[in-house]
Nanobody, 125 residues
């Protein structure tokens, strides 16, 4: 089992920045990678970014955040970060981190077994 705890959300004006973190802990030796998803009110949960480190180290971003958001991981591979720059009102959502045991990268919510409780990001226009 993987336990995930997000932090760093808040309210910011358009064009501002926030840095989210997701601390992970597990009692298993199984390897997993983590991603960020978000869900706005009345919308489906959508994939945002992934720091994939199973077969290789790679970062993946949705088109809506590419060039503005950056995901990274600490050297101990315990904490995932999401640096969000040039925020827009449409970035307003609850942001979740999730862990997947899948061998290859996926941005499908069904491939993720563990989820954090979420942290709210509100961008004021």
């Amino acid at each position: 089992q993987v336990h995930l705890v997000e932090a760093g959300g808040g309210s910011v004006e358009t064009g501002g920045s926030l840095r989210l973190s997701c601390r992970s802990s597990t009692d298993s030796a199984r390897r997993y990678y983590m991603s960020w998803f978000r869900q706005a009110p009345g919308a489906e949960r959508e994939w945002v970014a992934t720091f994939y480190n199973i077969e290789e180290n790679a970062e993946y971003y949705s088109d809506s955040v590419k060039g503005r958001f950056t995901t990274s991981q600490d050297s101990a591979k315990k904490t995932l970060f999401l640096q969000m720059n040039n925020l827009k009102p449409e970035d307003t959502a609850m942001y979740y981190c999730a862990a997947s045991y899948r061998r290859f990268f996926s941005n499908d919510t069904a491939e993720y077994t563990y989820w954090g409780q979420g942290t709210q990001v509100t961008v004021i226009s």
